[in-house]
């Protein structure tokens, strides 16, 4: 045993004499005076926006910059700037309700790219062995002001009981967060009345084929116009709640219930034409897009 630790120590004493003082060394020098991984402390911290796209291609060097600038052209489109379209019949629906039974329909086609389109809207509703309630088409240009929303502009067409009429439009639409789908719209007809659109709905998974969607409008006017039926101020609210399964994404039937009131003055006329202020119907309908 005094042999073995004689052997350790004789093994131990070079080890204690190659320790280095690290305390009188220049870290400075070394380049150790602080962490490499931490940014240095002068350095500049990019500001505003950002930096132009290059001009100068290395490629043009080699072969011919017009063959370059049509590959990198295509490259480009088909990256992200094609042209796409797509029509969204959101509701076509059979509506039971107390009295006479309806229908009603609400749809959406646009065509362009990420950033500009051109859309088209329709709504509109109706009772079965009668005339054309009301109905609406626009026609709009939509720029992407953001990844979420698109802001739009344009016209609106209305024919249906009651005169016809035109209307400049502008609104926006998108995805507000946690998912709700929004819009809001603000009309001047030709004659000069004004009138503001707000929509919300929100789709709640309930299995991978099977949503419920709770869906809201409201819409005010600024002044009266007696020949529409439309009162000063809050004129009507409609709510639904619709519940549909999606055999595919692009084909879904759905049930549901769907509660409108006219508000006010708008209220007024409708009883003094002799109809009821509000009605409840339950629908079944299609929702269907390609």
């Known amino acids: 045993m005094r042999m073995i630790a004689l052997l350790l120590l004789a093994a131990a004493a070079p080890v204690q004499a190659q320790t280095v003082d690290h305390s009188q060394m220049d870290h400075g020098a070394m380049g150790h005076a602080q962490n490499p991984m931490a940014p240095a402390a002068d350095a500049a911290i990019p500001q505003g926006t950002a930096p132009p796209a ?5 490629a043009d060097a080699l072969y011919d910059p017009a063959a370059m600038a049509r ?12 042209t796409y379209s797509q029509w969204m019949l959101d509701r076509l629906e059979y509506r039971a309700g107390k009295g006479a039974d309806g229908y009603a329909w609400e749809g959406e086609g646009w065509i362009g790219g990420d950033i500009n389109r051109f859309a088209v809207k329709s ?3 109706g009772a079965f062995g009668g005339s054309l309630e009301r109905a609406e088409v626009q026609a709009l240009y939509s720029r992407a002001i953001d990844p979420w929303f698109n802001l739009q502009a344009g016209v609106r067409h209305d024919f249906g009981e009651g005169p016809d009429r035109s209307y400049a439009v502008i609104g926006i639409d998108g995805l507000a967060p946690y998912w709700f789908e929004v819009g809001a719209e603000a009309f001047l007809s030709t004659r000069g009345d004004a009138h503001l659109r707000l929509e919300a709905s929100y789709d709640q998974r309930i ?13 005010l006017a600024a002044q009266a116009v007696p020949e529409l039926g439309i009162g000063a101020g809050p004129s009507d ?8 399964y999606e055999i595919a994404r692009e084909f879904a039937p759905y049930v549901g219930v769907n509660w409108e009131r ?29």
């Open 123 to 125: 709504e509109g509703e």
């Open 237 to 244: 609210i409609e709510l639904g709640l619709r519940l549909r």
């Open 207 to 219: 299995t991978q084929r099977l949503i419920l969607q709770p869906a809201a409008e409201f819409n």
């Open 262 to 290: 006219k508000l006010g003055d708008t209220a007024d006329y409708a009883r003094a034409a002799g109809d009821k202020p509000s009605a409840t119907s339950l629908v079944i309908g299609l929702r269907a897009w390609f």
């Open 71 to 82: 590959a990198r052209a295509a490259m480009i489109a088909e990256g992200g700037g094609m």
């Open 54 to 58: 290059p001009t100068d291609h290395a």
